[in-house]
């Protein structure tokens, strides 16, 4: 058998089982989202075109949770990126000395997002909260930390403690991959260290920036479970992320088709931010 014929036939099973595991599922949910359907007609949905996608697009809460989502995603993707770029860089020498200092930087990440915000439910309660209750004794009255002034500012600095020691992960790597000969000669010409890392370094690294920044704006984009556990869609729908309005449509409204079509135009959403940062990344590789 042909060598190119063998590649086909190893990725045929992978193939196959991607196509049952997520191309059945895709397919019955975009079918489902142009249906009247509820839990007593999953078998037999009656279609009715667009007005599910309507029925989203009319809905303001639709646009709110879409406007918290690309808020929160873009704002915590460039927070994490640029605090894991800094550190990454100001920290190498240290790691690279210690090498046991990179599994502690690391521990944030590997508590689950709704241990996290489970564990800072109760953290920042407003009446049985250590911090709380320490920020009134020593500096006056504690502000509302869950409630809706501050709800955003604390599930973004919930969110950009725990996932920036994944960027300064991908940045440290980077740094590490950099070779040495090349800071080295240039040090031997004379070449001053910030002039050797906006001219040298910097550019090496520009890759793993743009890739940091689109795995974070993407995954900031679809959360849902550190923020449903603190505090839901909030007070108000404050910080009802676009996950959580097709959950709650789903389970609590059992607007079916609404959740999933719903569900679709956050797809083709996050298919679109992916698409145009891939574009940008080769564009940045190019350059």
Same mark, same amino acid.
């Given at each position: 058998?042909?060598?190119? %014929?063998? #590649?086909?036939?190893?990725?045929?099973?992978?193939?196959?089982?991607?196509?049952?595991?997520?191309?059945?599922?895709?397919?019955? #949910?975009i079918v489902y989202s142009f249906s009247e359907i509820s839990f007593e007609n999953l078998r037999s949905p009656?279609?009715?075109?667009?007005? #599910?996608?309507?029925?989203v697009l009319r809905d303001d809460a639709f646009w709110q949770s879409l406007g918290f989502s690309l808020r929160f995603g873009l704002g915590s993707a460039i927070a994490e990126t640029a605090l894991g770029f800094f550190l990454a860089i100001f920290l190498a020498p240290l790691i690279r000395q210690h090498r046991w200092t990179l599994a502690i930087l690391m521990m944030p990440m590997m508590v689950a997002p709704s241990m996290m915000g489970?564990?800072?439910?109760?953290?920042?309660?407003?009446f049985v909260g250590p911090?709380?209750?320490y920020?009134?004794?020593y500096l006056g009255s504690s502000p509302s930390f869950l409630g809706t002034e501050w709800a955003f500012s604390t599930i973004f600095l919930i969110e950009v403690l725990q996932w920036t020691p994944f960027t300064l992960l991908l940045f440290y790597m980077a740094y590490e991959a950099i070779p040495r000969d090349m800071c080295e000669a240039a040090a031997v010409d004379g070449t001053r260290p910030w002039r050797m890392f906006w001219a040298i370094e910097a550019p090496q690294l520009l890759p793993t920036l743009l890739?940091?920044?689109?795995?974070?704006?993407?995954?900031? %984009?679809r959360v849902f479970d550190n923020i449903y556990v603190l505090m839901g869609s909030g007070p108000g729908g404050s910080t009802m992320s676009l996950s959580i309005y097709i959950y709650e449509s789903f389970f609590k409204s059992?607007?079916?088709?609404?959740?999933?079509?719903?569900?679709?135009?956050? %797809?083709?959403?996050a298919f679109g931010l992916l698409y145009a940062s891939s574009r940008l990344i080769r564009r940045g590789a190019k350059a």
């Open positions: 058998m042909p060598h190119r %014929f063998q #590649n086909q036939a190893l990725l045929l099973p992978v193939v196959l089982f991607l196509l049952l595991m997520l191309g059945f599922p895709t397919l019955l #949910n009656r279609l009715s075109g667009w007005e #599910n996608y309507a029925e489970l564990m800072y439910r109760l953290v920042l309660h407003e911090i709380p209750y920020w009134e004794l890739i940091a920044l689109l795995i974070r704006c993407i995954d900031g %984009f059992a607007q079916l088709g609404k959740a999933l079509a719903a569900s679709i135009l956050l %797809f083709l959403a």
